[in-house]
Each structure stands twice: as structure tokens, then as C-alpha cells.
């Protein structure tokens, strides 16, 4: 696991207060109970501390799983492999 995925894995786990097997590219909202409208406000400040990008409103609504997270901060240049 590379160092920006951990990071994004750590500040979800504890936002959405995932299981190690819930850490899935696939899983949004319809998988993760605990991602409500209030989670994704927290996820987008989380994620601009953490990785310095601040997700616009229609990136935000926009996020269907965490490897939707993942694509738009690749698209920032924020590498997600080793």
C-alpha cells in the first residue's frame, strides 16, 4: 500500500468508521452506511488537510466509492501507487 493510500485509508477509517475488508476501490455510499451527506463534507475537509486539494461541490456529490476519491486526486497528481 503506498504512502497516500494509507493515508486516504486511515482518515476513512476513521470518518466512516470502516472494517478493514470495507477499504474497497468499489464501495460508496450504497456499501457504507456510515457515508451520509455529513461524512462526505467530512471526507472533503479531511482530504484537503491531508492531501492539500479541496474537492469542489460538484466533485463531492459526484463520489460514488472511494476509488472515485481516489481518481480525482490522481487527476490532482496525487499518486496511488508504490
Given at each position: 500500500?503506498?504512502?497516500?493510500d ?19 476501490d ?31 461541490p ?25
Open positions: 500500500m503506498s504512502p497516500n494509507l493515508k486516504l485509508r486511515t482518515l476513512l477509517v476513521e470518518i466512516l468508521l470502516l472494517d478493514d475488508d470495507q477499504y474497497l468499489g464501495n460508496g455510499p450504497d456499501a457504507i452506511e456510515t457515508w451520509d451527506s455529513l461524512a462526505m463534507v467530512r471526507i472533503a475537509t479531511a482530504v484537503e488537510e491531508a492531501f492539500g486539494y479541496g474537492m469542489t460538484e466533485e463531492m456529490v459526484s463520489l460514488d466509492s472511494i476509488g472515485d476519491i481516489k481518481a480525482i486526486l490522481r487527476s490532482h497528481d496525487i499518486r496511488f501507487d508504490g
